[in-house]
C-alpha cells in the first residue's frame, strides 16, 4: 500500500522512481530496527518486557515474550524436581554416583563423598577408576556385568567394608551405589566364630563321651541286657554330634575364606578311594560304577574329596538297596565335570533350589534313617564356589537324581 501511495505521489511530481526508492529504504530500515530490536531484547535477559512495536513486528514481540514465560515456568517446574531429588538422594546414607559412558565422574550424593573420600570441584570430570584405587574395583567396573555386588575396603578408612553396585543406564552411564556394609561384616564374623567356637568346645567332651561308650559297648555282654540297647543308641546319637560337629567346622573353615593351597589334585586316585568308602559304606547293597577320564584339577584336595564323599555318599542313603550309583569325571566344551547319579528316591522340584541352604532336607521323614547332618550339600556348594564351580541337580521323584559339579576348564592340571 505505502509503495503505491509512494509511486502516486513520485508520479505526480514526475519522480516516480524516486518516490519508490525512498519508501523502500525507509521500509527496510523500519525493518531492521525492529530486528536489531529483537536481537537486543533476546540478547540481555535483564530487559524483562518486550520493546514496543506494531502490527506484525508486534505480534512477534508477544508471541516470543509468551513462549519465553512458558519456557521461564517449565525450567522453574524442573529445576525444583532437580533440587527434590538432589535433596532426597543427599538424605540417603547409601552413596550414589553418576559415572558417564568415558568412565568420568559426573555427579555423587554427600554419603558418597565421604564413602569414598571425593572432593567436590576437584574430583569432578576425573576417571573413577583413578578415583577408587582398588584393582578390584577397575576390574569389576570395566567388567559391564553387574550381577553381583562387589565387597571393597573403603578407600578412606581400610577397616570399612563397602558394598559397591552398579548399573548400567542412558548409552552406557552407570550409576553406582556403595554402601556401608561393616557392621553386618562384623555380624556375620561374630556367628561365624561363634559356630566355630562352639563346635570346637563340643569337640572334646564329646570325644571323651564316645570313647567311654566304646569301651562300654566293648564290654557289652557284662552288663544287663536292657542296657546294651541304651548303650548302642547312644553311641549312635555321640556319632552323630561327632558328624555334626565335624561337618560344622569344615563349614566355618570355608567361609572364613581363608585361602588353602591349591595344588594339583591326582582325581582318579581321589575318585577311586571314595569309591572304596562308598563300596564300604553300601556294603553290596548297591551296584557303584565309574567312569574316570585322566584329568587332574589344580584345587585343595581335602575339600574336593569332602565335596565329592558327600554327593556320593548321599546317592547311596537316598537309594533303596539293589540301586545303581554311577560316578562320572569328564572334560567337555564348557570345563571339568563330576557327576554322581542314582536311581534312587528323587527329589521333587519345589524343593531343588533349597537343597544347598544349611539344615534343609526334602523329606524330613528320610532323614532319621538316613542320620545325615543336613550340612553336606551346603560343603558341596562352598567348596565349589572356592574353586570357581557351581553345582547342579536334576532330580524326579521315584526315578533317581543326577547331581553335577561343574568346575572352569582353568582348573585343569
Ligand atoms: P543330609 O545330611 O540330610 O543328607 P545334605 O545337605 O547332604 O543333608 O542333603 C540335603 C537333602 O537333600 C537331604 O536331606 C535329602 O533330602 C536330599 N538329597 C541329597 N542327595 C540326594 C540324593 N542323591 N537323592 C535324593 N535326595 C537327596
Redesign the pocket.
Known amino acids: 500500500m505505502a509503495f503505491i501511495i509512494a509511486g502516486l505521489i513520485g508520479a505526480m511530481f514526475d519522480a516516480f522512481a524516486w518516490g519508490l526508492a525512498i519508501t523502500g529504504i525507509s521500509y527496510i530500515t523500519w525493518h531492521y530496527l525492529q530486528l536489531r530490536k529483537l536481537h537486543i531484547w533476546l540478547k540481555n535477559p535483564d530487559l524483562k518486557d518486550p520493546p514496543d512495536s506494531y502490527g506484525l513486528w508486534g505480534a512477534i514481540f508477544d508471541d516470543v515474550f509468551r513462549l519465553q514465560n512458558r519456557q521461564k515456568k517449565s525450567r522453574k517446574r524442573l529445576k525444583a524436581v532437580i533440587r527434590r531429588v538432589q535433596d532426597s538422594t543427599t538424605a540417603l546414607r547409601d552413596g550414589v554416583l553418576m559415572v558417564n559412558n568415558n568412565g568420568e565422574l559426573e555427579w555423587w550424593n554427600e554419603s558418597a563423598g565421604r564413602l569414598l573420600g571425593l572432593k567436590e570441584q576437584h574430583d569432578i570430570g576425573h576417571p573413577i577408576t583413578n578415583l577408587v584405587r582398588a584393582p578390584e574395583f577397575k576390574e569389576y567396573f570395566e567388567h559391564s556385568q553387574y550381577d553381583t555386588p562387589l565387597e571393597i575396603p573403603s578407600p578412606v578408612n581400610h577397616e570399612q567394608i563397602l558394598q559397591i553396585t552398579l548399573t548400567l543406564f542412558g548409552k552406557k552411564d552407570r550409576l553406582i551405589v556403595c554402601r556401608d556394609i561393616t557392621h553386618m561384616k562384623q555380624l556375620e564374623a561374630m556367628r561365624h566364630d561363634f559356630i566355630a567356637n562352639a563346635s570346637h568346645e563340643l569337640r572334646t567332651p564329646l570325644t571323651v563321651i564316645s570313647g567311654y561308650l566304646e569301651t562300654f559297648i566293648e564290654y557289652k555282654d557284662q552288663v544287663p541286657s536292657r542296657w546294651g540297647r541304651a548303650l548302642d543308641q547312644m553311641h549312635q546319637q555321640s556319632q552323630r554330634m561327632e558328624n555334626l560337629i565335624n561337618?560344622l567346622l569344615m563349614l566355618s573353615r570355608l567361609e572364613s575364606g581363608h585361602d588353602l593351597q591349591h595344588v594339583k589334585v591326582p582325581m582318579p586316585a581321589v575318585l577311586k578311594r571314595i569309591q572304596n568308602d562308598a563300596l564300604e559304606l553300601s556294603a553290596g547293597k548297591h551296584t557303584i560304577t565309574m567312569e574316570c577320564e585322566s584329568v587332574d584339577i589344580i584345587g585343595n584336595e581335602s575339600e574336593l574329596c569332602s565335596a565329592f564323599s558327600?554327593?556320593i555318599?548321599?546317592?547311596i542313603?537316598?537309594?533303596p538297596d539293589g540301586g545303581e550309583v554311577h560316578i562320572k569325571w569328564f572334560k567337555d566344551h564348557k570345563g571339568l565335570n563330576l557327576s554322581?547319579q542314582?536311581n534312587?528316591?528323587?527329589?521333587d522340584s519345589m524343593?531343588i533350589p533349597r537343597?544347598?541352604e544349611?539344615?534343609?532336607?526334602?523329606?524330613?521323614s528320610?532323614?532319621s534313617e538316613?542320620?545325615?547332618?543336613?550340612?553336606?550339600?551346603?560343603?558341596?556348594k562352598h567348596v565349589l564356589l572356592r574353586h570357581d564351580g557351581q553345582l547342579e541337580?536334576k532330580?524326579a521323584i521315584g526315578k533317581?537324581?543326577t547331581?553335577t559339579c561343574h568346575l572352569p576348564a582353568s582348573r585343569a592340571a
Open positions: 561337618d558327600n554327593l555318599f548321599n546317592a542313603k537316598y537309594t554322581v542314582d534312587g528316591l528323587g527329589i524343593h537343597l544347598t544349611r539344615f534343609y532336607r526334602a523329606d524330613p528320610r532323614h538316613t542320620g545325615g547332618t543336613g550340612l553336606g550339600l551346603a560343603i558341596v541337580v532330580s533317581g537324581s547331581f
